[in-house]
């Protein structure tokens, strides 16, 4: 068995791996395996690593049996009757990814996706969710400090940078705490306190973001208790307010005569409406960090948005939205930025994206590939979930049927195509290929 890993170029700063090098050595010594490395000079682990790691660093990847990469893959990068495990972003039936498919059929090729591979339970076994909550807290917080410097407002973000420019996550972390004192000596300035922050869902993106936001002094308070605390006038501007929104926070049943059931929501969303701007004017960050697509309620709309900035100053500053699904939960999430230029504006007047901190509107965070800002941590521990997989990959079987291939079921869930053809789970694609 040959496995090759992609080298990842989505731009210049995606510098993930899939497999770091001191797991393909294991994979080398305990399996007997040959692996492909591509070169790359953005790389967070260097060629040299991977070579040391007893890995062939070499630009043909043809001669691999399975091939790893992280983000998409480029059209004309496929081979037929290959075997690729990526993030695809298709199972969606997301348009600008359509063509992956429609090639990889044509090939009769293999793909696997990591967001498929769920255990029993509906959880992820492999992901990068948490590195995401943890850059995209790190960069709303420095789109709030731009902000607020551009209002004419000095706080205790001053010094605060985005994640691209900390070195390692551990580095980040310290600075953050150092930020986290600044509040608790000196406080906000009276006009913005409370600075409250809301993060929506609860899964692992949402932990990381929480991982960050608990280093500075904070206190948790209930969805329903946020209005009246702002109102009240009793707040501290020595912490921020940490608010977590849940399901039955997002949303309410179209029938006022009907309860609302998590489990009929998710079976039933047309049934469902959003609730959320009723805490949209108390809020100062929102970061959105929930699984959506077309089926569900938006969490915010571009109407919503332009209700809110009629008044002459609007509390909601940024929005970090870390899941970034076009005009999706949020739709004035209506473009990607990259690493070196994370935010925009929404300008609400022009009803467009003006790049910057500058702009009628809020600002927002909109980058796909936040991991790729701790790309040396974040690979690392990627690589440990997926090294749980590889044998049961590794010892499978591709030239068999679909129907008779033995594997895990996490692992077959994740096959969206098995010899160019939609698996079973897979075939509601046909309507979008």
Not at 201 to 206: D, E, I, N, P
Not at 232 to 261: A, T, W
């Amino acid at each position: 068995m040959k496995i090759g890993i992609r080298r990842e170029d989505k731009n210049q700063w995606e510098g993930r791996t899939p497999l770091i090098p001191e797991d393909v050595n294991k994979l080398i010594n305990t399996r007997n395996i040959e692996a492909c490395v591509q070169p790359s000079s953005i790389r967070a682990y260097s060629d040299q690593e991977y070579r040391k790691a007893g890995a062939k660093v070499q630009e043909d990847l043809s001669g691999c049996d399975l091939i790893l990469a992280v983000k998409e893959i480029p059209l004309k990068f496929f081979q037929p009757e290959k075997t690729y495990l990526f993030f695809s972003h298709t199972f969606k039936g997301q348009c600008y990814n359509i063509p992956i498919i429609k090639q990889m059929q044509e090939f009769n090729d293999n793909l696997l996706d990591y967001e498929r591979i769920i255990n029993g339970e509906g959880r992820r076994l492999v992901f990068f969710g948490r590195f995401a909550g943890l850059a995209g807290m790190i960069d709303s917080l420095w789109g709030l400090k731009e902000r607020f410097k551009s209002e004419g407002l000095n706080t205790p973000f001053q010094d605060l940078k985005y994640a691209l420019n900390y070195s390692s996550l551990k580095t980040a972390k310290q600075s953050i705490k150092k930020v986290g004192k600044k509040i608790y000596e000196k406080g906000f300035p009276a006009e913005i306190s409370p600075v409250t922050i809301g993060i929506a869902g609860y899964g692992h993106v949402s932990q990381g973001a929480q991982e960050i936001l608990d280093l500075l002094p904070n206190e948790e308070i209930k969805p329903k208790h946020l209005q009246s605390l702002i109102e009240s006038g009793q707040c501290s501007n020595k912490k921020v307010y940490k608010v977590i929104f849940r399901e039955e926070d997002m949303v309410k049943p179209i029938n006022l005569k009907d309860d609302f059931e998590i489990l009929d929501y998710y079976q039933h969303p047309q049934k469902y409406k959003s609730n959320f701007y009723s805490y949209l004017p108390f809020l100062t960050v929102l970061i959105n960090a929930i699984y959506w697509d077309s089926r569900y309620p938006r969490l915010v709309t571009k109407k919503q948005i332009e209700k809110l900035y009629i008044t002459e100053k609007p509390k909601l500053k940024v929005i970090g939205d870390i899941s970034c699904d076009i005009e999706g939960a949020i739709e004035p999430t209506v473009k990607i930025m990259d690493s070196g230029h994370p935010v925009y504006v929404y300008d609400v007047g022009l009803r467009k994206a003006i790049n910057g901190i500058n702009g009628n509107g809020p600002v927002i965070l909109a980058v796909d590939n936040l991991p790729c800002e701790f790309a040396r941590d974040s690979s690392r521990a990627f690589s440990k979930a997926l090294m749980d997989l590889l044998p049961e990959l590794l010892d499978c079987d591709f030239q068999t049927d679909f129907e008779d291939l033995k594997v895990d079921n996490a692992i077959k869930k994740s096959i969206i195509l098995y010899h160019g053809k939609l698996t079973p789970d897979y075939d509601y694609l046909n309507k979008y290929v």
